[in-house]
């Protein structure tokens, strides 16, 4: 963004998402820890003006008693922490003394922290429209057209592996799974950290895609609607269901080579949890032998019990695709930097 070169230290200037986002210095979100904590901007950082307490005392003055009122008790709150403010402002910006400022609306509470930023000698750019105008761009980011390839596949063919694979060789790859920190079933949490919101998924997503723009195609793994408890965005999921698919396989051997790989250490007491969560999807019979095998430590019989529901699941799922695969391509034993070669022919064939 040229013109930002132009703001004289102290000054501050009012730009849209796409400026925004391309722009220097630190994100730095003005909001309450919670309103951050629902979702935010990909590398943003918390320095919030009011506490969460302290906002809704705000909000409750402002409503009962106007908006005079409301800004002097949030003065009065403020006032004591603006010395410690000011000094982590310098902190974040950048060498040419730049940062990025925003909070919901663009309003009150951004606008106050460009001012003490710019008593810094600090150049501020402001979020115009603020939060809410960021949400509203990472809808539209859903709405556009984007040159996909979904990698299918039953559950163990190693299908994020290969997505990483491809990654490293230079492809264009969305890893739904990696932004959502879920790998997509009953199990599909064990070993990984809390997930985001749906809302800051969404936010992930859409940081994705912009940083892949003009790149074609761009590889996807089949996903259910829901990556755990975070939810596709409904205009991506048509997408997603709509484009071409690559569909891989493996011997049942490897599959379940590869899960007791990824499932294995994560302990009895999980596992028996999470086939518990699917008991009724899996039957009595299934459910029972499985959870006698991870009692006894046998994952790969553990394994083998709770493929078919898995398998079947995947079949239904690609059949109501309404379209055959674009190619099938039988893995065997192959690693995943070998098949990433065969998808990297694939890929220019689609393209």
């Not at 939060?131 to 190693?158: C, D, F, H, N, S």
């Not at 920190?181 to 009953?186: D, E, K, L, Y």
């Not at 940081?207 to 793994?221: A, C, K, Q, S």
């Not at 409904?234 to 007791?260: G, K």
């Amino acid at each position: 963004m040229d013109d930002a070169g132009t703001t004289q230290p102290g000054a501050e200037l009012v730009v849209g998402v796409e400026d925004f986002l391309n722009g220097r210095g630190s994100i730095v979100d003005v909001r309450s820890p919670a309103e951050f904590e629902r979702g935010h901007l990909p590398g943003a950082v918390n320095l919030p003006l009011f506490s969460d307490a302290e906002r809704a005392a705000v909000g409750t003055a402002f409503r009962q008693e106007g908006r005079r009122r409301a800004v002097q008790l949030g003065l009065e709150m403020v006032g004591p922490r603006l010395a410690a403010m000011a000094l982590e402002l310098s902190g974040l910006a950048d060498a040419a003394g730049q940062l990025r400022v925003h909070c919901w609306r663009g309003g009150l509470r951004s606008t106050s922290v460009a001012w003490l930023a710019g008593l810094q000698q600090l150049r501020v750019w402001l979020l115009g429209g603020g939060y809410k105008a960021y949400r509203r761009w990472v809808l539209e980011q859903m709405e556009r057209p984007w040159p996909l390839i979904v990698l299918g596949g039953r559950t163990g063919t190693g299908k994020t592996d290969l997505l990483l694979a491809l990654e490293r060789r230079g492809a264009a790859v969305v890893d739904l799974e990696g932004l959502a920190q879920h790998r997509g079933s009953s199990f599909g949490g064990l070993g990984l950290p809390a997930q985001p919101s749906t809302e800051q998924f969404e936010n992930r997503l859409a940081d994705r895609l912009r940083r892949l723009r003009g790149r074609t195609p761009i590889w996807v793994e089949a996903e259910s609607a829901q990556v755990g408890r975070c939810r596709i965005p409904a205009a991506f999921w048509r997408q997603m269901r709509e484009a071409a698919v690559v569909e891989i396989d493996r011997p049942v051997a490897v599959r379940v080579s590869q899960l007791v790989a990824v499932y294995g250490p994560q302990g009895k007491d999980n596992l028996r949890q999470a086939t518990e969560r699917i008991a009724r999807r899996l039957g009595p019979q299934r459910t029972t032998a499985a959870l006698a095998a991870i009692d006894a430590g046998d994952w790969a019989s553990a394994c083998r019990e709770m493929l078919d529901y898995y398998d079947r699941c995947y079949d239904h799922e690609l059949h109501s695709r309404g379209q055959p695969p674009l190619q099938r391509l039988e893995l065997g034993e192959m690693g995943a930097e070998q098949a990433a070669v065969h998808l990297m022919g694939v890929s220019t064939g689609a393209a």
